[in-house]
RNA sequence: GGCUUCGUAGUACAAUGGAUAGUAUUUCAGAUUCCGAUUCUGAAGAUGCAGGUUCGAUUCCUGCCGAGGCUACCA
């Protein structure tokens, strides 16, 4: 039973009777503060077919909800505004209704697939704070969509073939030694990371060298031995060389195994990965086809285009003169064999930075254009960039912040103010490991995905682990002190019941509050949905919190000597809870017991 | 240059075309005989500039100023 969607109902009965016609939509936003009332009704739309000023419209409204409304008690109204007070019978029965139901906000399978792209690195560099953003982006509207009805397919696309990983092949062929993750403890991804970035430091010294023996910088750039051996190992993979072959596999066999603790550590998981390796060829085919049907043209050197200035584009090159494909090209493939390997998803959401917006809205138009009829349902998930407050991240600057380090950072952070705050001295040390894990994790994605997705952010390190304010914490808080309200209540023998709930009149207005939240739950999800934003669940999730915080300040709970009040508001503490918990799940944050 | 995204308190983030623009942080002033004060209450402080549409604009439109991104036979 959701309370919007009935008041909704009932308020167009009211305009019906009084002006006999109805509305498509009606305004409804929550009151301000400062007015009593829950619900408002925005009287000036109406005016045009109530022949009334907005005042007298809303006091007509008010009025005939009050007289022939059981859900109405008092209104008033403000200029144009007509406030609602909801009488406390019905704020009861809306709880009620969500109190006894266990799934409460989750809609049934639907029976639609979707799919989920998100991650996505090139194997050439451990992940940074950027991936970070891009995973629990990914991950959360994975969780949105499921928790709307959808079967979810999480995949990523991995870019393990190509220059830059022969790049690291290269540095380490050359001053390796035979350097192992086993034999150094360095984590497989770092490894390779730090011959990519030997690659670089010795490339530029062997271009410095060059160029001061007079040879031109564009020569030298391609004469440099180091490149020189980076090219010819690409040449060789691509021909199949198996010596090249094999170091190429157990280099990337390293950074997979250094990525896969990661994801773990993250909590983010993928039901099926694809690898540009074996799918790069496939796209070719297909732009072939487009040839013969021409959609696509082929130049006279021999490249293949399409000519996208009809939708305001450019032309666009899929396959290079001497036939090798293109990022595009690829991706035309990877979204052509997707669909074939799940053939019922509608759509497929690609989590990728904003920096390749045009690049998905080529793949997009591309795709519609070979007549698939998906390429309609396919959404570039497209985020910001992560700043910190020193500037951009960039590399070659060393500013890049790894993500392995700053979670451990946070972690460590969380497991000192955890200690400080000395509740949880009767802790195994394994058990205040876990709780750090969560504190410090949950601290990090809630700060990252609080933000709209689609707007650059900063990141401040320092501000972050700052375990107060509009932060993950203070909600794990909120949910940690709820829980120990529910274990004593529980050791008072204190059970709350249908009957019980049903007698309970004269709620605080506090409680109104926490109630609406809840019963707004529904709604943000399918908003949030909607808009591919987590931001909305975050802050819902915060807001929850925040409501229950000035319940809990205002209300003694274990002081009430009614009986049926007090079973009420430990029942409306555990939904509270169970609220904030599910709602953080979406999030792939977890909640504690006790902190 | 062309295309595109974004400019909100000192700082970081909110606001389906609706009320006196919310929240956090910061600063100041308060609250704990009571369920966990990492909490709560109060105060101070903002829509880049100029027009337009509208009963009403942070939101929509135009121009300007400022900041990103894209504009490769790179990925």
Same mark, same amino acid.
């Given at each position: 039973?959701?309370?919007?969607?009935?008041?909704? $109902?009932?308020?167009?009965?009211?305009?019906?009777?009084?002006?006999?016609?109805?509305?498509?939509?009606?305004?409804?936003?929550?009151?301000?503060?400062?007015?009593?009332?829950?619900?408002?009704?925005? +009287?000036?739309?109406?005016?045009?077919?109530?022949?009334?000023?907005?005042?007298?419209?809303?006091?007509?409204?008010?009025?005939?909800?009050?007289?022939?409304?059981?859900?109405?008690?008092?209104?008033?109204?403000?200029?144009?505004?007509?406030?609602? &007070?909801?009488?406390?019978? =019905?704020? &009861?029965?809306?709880?009620?209704?969500?109190?006894?139901?266990?799934?409460?906000?989750?809609?049934?399978?639907?029976?639609?697939?979707?799919?989920?792209?998100?991650?996505?690195?090139?194997?050439?560099?451990?992940?940074?704070?950027?991936?970070?953003?891009?995973?629990?982006?990914?991950?959360?509207?994975?969780?949105?969509?499921?928790?709307?009805?959808?079967?979810?397919?999480?995949?990523?696309?991995?870019?393990?073939?190509?220059?830059?990983? +022969?790049?690291?092949?290269?540095?380490?062929?050359?001053?390796?030694?035979?350097?192992?993750?086993?034999?150094?403890?360095?984590?497989?991804?770092?490894?390779?990371?730090?011959?990519?970035?030997?690659?670089?430091?010795?490339?530029?010294?062997?271009?410095?060298?060059?160029?001061?023996?007079?040879?031109?910088?564009?020569?030298?750039?391609?004469?440099?031995?180091?490149?020189?051996?980076?090219?010819?190992?690409?040449?060789?993979?691509?021909?199949?060389?198996?010596?090249?072959?094999?170091?190429?596999?157990?280099?990337?066999?390293?950074?997979? @195994?250094?990525?896969? $603790?990661?994801?773990?550590?993250?909590?983010?998981?993928?039901?099926?990965?694809?690898?540009?390796?074996?799918?790069?060829?496939?796209?070719?085919?297909?732009?072939?086809?487009?040839?013969?049907?021409?959609?696509?043209?082929?130049?006279?050197?021999?490249?293949?285009?399409?000519?996208?200035?009809?939708?305001?584009?450019?032309?666009?090159?899929?396959?290079?003169?001497?036939?090798?494909?293109?990022?595009?090209?690829?991706?035309?493939? %990877?979204?052509?064999?997707?669909?074939?390997?799940?053939?019922?998803?509608?759509?497929?959401?690609?989590?990728?930075?904003?920096?390749?917006?045009?690049?998905?809205?080529?793949?997009?138009?591309?795709?519609?254009?070979?007549?698939?009829?998906?390429?309609?349902? +396919?959404?570039?998930?497209?985020?910001?960039?992560?700043?910190?407050?020193?500037?951009?991240?960039?590399?070659?600057?060393?500013? =890049?912040?790894?993500?392995?380090?700053?979670?451990?950072?946070?972690?460590?952070?969380?497991?000192?103010?955890?200690?400080?705050?000395?509740?949880?001295?009767?802790? %195994?040390?394994?058990?205040?490991?876990?709780?750090?894990?969560?504190?410090?994790? @949950?601290?990090?994605?809630?700060?990252?995905?609080?933000?709209?997705?689609?707007?650059?952010?900063?990141?401040?390190?320092?501000?972050?682990?700052?375990?107060?304010?509009?932060?993950?914490?203070?909600?794990?808080?909120?949910?940690?002190?709820?829980?120990?309200?529910?274990?004593?209540?529980? $050791?008072?023998?204190?059970?709350?019941?249908?009957? @019980?709930?049903?007698?309970? %009149?004269?709620?605080?207005?506090?409680?109104?509050?926490?109630?609406?939240?809840?019963?707004?739950?529904?709604?943000?999800?399918?908003?949030?949905?909607?808009?591919?934003?987590?931001? #909305?669940?975050?802050?819902?999730?915060?807001?929850?919190?925040?409501?229950?915080?000035?319940?809990?300040?205002?209300?003694?709970?274990?002081?009430? @000597?009614?009986?049926?009040?007090?079973?009420?508001?430990?029942?409306?503490?555990?939904?509270?809870?169970? %609220? #904030?918990?599910?709602?953080?799940?979406?999030?792939? #944050?977890?909640?504690?017991?006790?902190?």
């Amino acid at each position: 039973m959701n309370l919007d969607s009935l008041l909704r $109902s009932e308020i167009q009965k009211a305009i019906t009777a009084l002006f006999n016609q109805s509305v498509e939509q009606l305004q409804l936003q929550p009151t301000n503060a400062e007015f009593e009332g829950s619900h408002t009704l925005v +009287c000036f739309p109406l005016t045009r077919i109530s022949k009334l000023k907005p005042e007298e419209t809303g006091n007509a409204i008010g009025q005939y909800l009050v007289e022939h409304s059981g859900m109405v008690s008092r209104y008033n109204v403000v200029k144009g505004f007509l406030n609602l &007070v909801i009488s406390d019978s =019905v704020w &009861v029965k809306v709880f009620e209704s969500i109190y006894a139901n266990p799934n409460y906000g989750i809609t049934p399978a639907t029976g639609k697939e979707l799919m989920v792209e998100y991650s996505s690195p090139n194997t050439n560099k451990p992940l940074h704070l950027g991936h970070l953003r891009n995973n629990f982006l990914g991950y959360s509207v994975a969780e949105l969509y499921k928790a709307v009805g959808y079967n979810v397919h999480k995949v990523q696309i991995i870019n393990d073939r190509g220059i830059h990983i +022969c790049k690291s092949m290269a540095a380490w062929k050359l001053y390796g030694n035979g350097e192992t993750p086993e034999s150094s403890g360095l984590k497989g991804d770092k490894l390779v990371g730090k011959y990519y970035v030997e690659f670089d430091k010795n490339y530029k010294a062997q271009v410095k060298q060059l160029q001061e023996k007079g040879v031109a910088e564009a020569d030298a750039e391609k004469q440099a031995p180091i490149m020189k051996l980076a090219v010819d190992m690409l040449q060789k993979w691509e021909a199949k060389d198996a010596d090249t072959v094999k170091l190429w596999s157990t280099m990337n066999g390293w950074v997979y @195994s250094g990525f896969d $603790s990661t994801y773990k550590r993250m909590g983010v998981d993928f039901e099926k990965l694809y690898y540009e390796s074996n799918t790069y060829l496939l796209g070719k085919e297909e732009v072939l086809k487009g040839v013969e049907k021409g959609i696509f043209f082929k130049k006279e050197d021999g490249s293949v285009w399409v000519d996208l200035t009809a939708d305001g584009l450019d032309q666009k090159v899929l396959l290079r003169s001497d036939g090798t494909s293109v990022y595009m090209t690829q991706d035309i493939g %990877t979204a052509i064999l997707r669909f074939r390997d799940f053939p019922k998803i509608e759509g497929q959401i690609y989590t990728v930075g904003n920096e390749q917006e045009y690049h998905f809205k080529v793949l997009f138009l591309i795709l519609g254009k070979l007549g698939y009829e998906w390429a309609k349902k +396919c959404y570039h998930l497209s985020y910001g960039m992560v700043d910190l407050p020193s500037g951009k991240m960039k590399s070659r600057e060393g500013t =890049v912040v790894d993500a392995d380090d700053l979670m451990q950072e946070m972690v460590d952070a969380a497991r000192v103010q955890t200690l400080e705050l000395g509740k949880i001295d009767d802790m %195994t040390k394994e058990e205040i490991d876990e709780l750090a894990e969560m504190i410090g994790l @949950s601290a990090l994605k809630f700060f990252l995905l609080k933000v709209d997705p689609k707007k650059r952010m900063m990141f401040d390190p320092n501000e972050s682990i700052q375990l107060q304010g509009h932060t993950g914490p203070f909600i794990q808080y909120t949910h940690a002190r709820i829980k120990a309200i529910l274990r004593k209540a529980a $050791s008072m023998n204190i059970v709350a019941d249908q009957n @019980s709930l049903q007698k309970v %009149t004269g709620l605080e207005p506090a409680e109104h509050e926490v109630i609406f939240k809840i019963n707004q739950y529904t709604n943000k999800l399918q908003e949030a949905a909607r808009e591919y934003s987590p931001a #909305i669940i975050a802050n819902y999730a915060y807001e929850l919190a925040k409501e229950y915080n000035q319940f809990y300040q205002a209300i003694p709970i274990f002081n009430e @000597s009614d009986a049926d009040k007090l079973k009420f508001r430990i029942a409306f503490s555990e939904v509270t809870a169970n %609220t #904030i918990k599910k709602a953080m799940a979406l999030l792939g #944050i977890r909640v504690p017991e006790r902190m």
